[in-house]
């Protein structure tokens, strides 16, 4: 074989596996990006069943509710529909200014929130 044979099929082998590793890495960006999507419904489906914002009930001498009432909304969670569909479920994290709305999930035998 001639060495400029050799470069000519290195240099095809290269561009085949660059290309291959190119479309492994693409493949996998969007595979992540459908389970994000996946688990963003599954918060949100979550959220709209398993919480319902309450409202405070308001004393007659209470003119106007606190700054933190306002920024904090009272929240019911049926903790026991959660503790059931995980077994895992510890609380639910919740930042209303961020738009955060999630549950909390921890391993019983592990220090590492999910």
Not at 58 to 63: A, D, I, L, P, S
Not at 76 to 104: E, H, M, T
Request: hydrophobic letters at 40%; aromatic letters at 12%.
């Amino acid at each position: 074989m001639k060495p400029r044979n050799f470069w000519k099929y290195l240099r095809i082998l290269l561009i085949i596996l660059f290309i291959g590793l190119a479309g492994y890495n693409l493949a996998a960006i969007v595979l992540n990006e459908r389970e994000n999507d996946e688990a963003k419904s599954e918060y949100a489906t979550l959220a709209k069943t398993m919480v319902k914002p309450e409202t405070a009930p308001k004393t007659e001498g209470e003119e106007k509710p606190k700054q933190e009432e306002e920024d904090y909304p009272h929240l019911s969670i049926d903790f026991q529909a959660l503790k059931s569909r995980n077994k895992d479920f510890v609380g639910w994290l919740s930042f209303p200014a961020l738009d955060l709305s999630y549950p909390v999930c921890q391993e019983k035998k592990v220090d590492q929130y999910l």
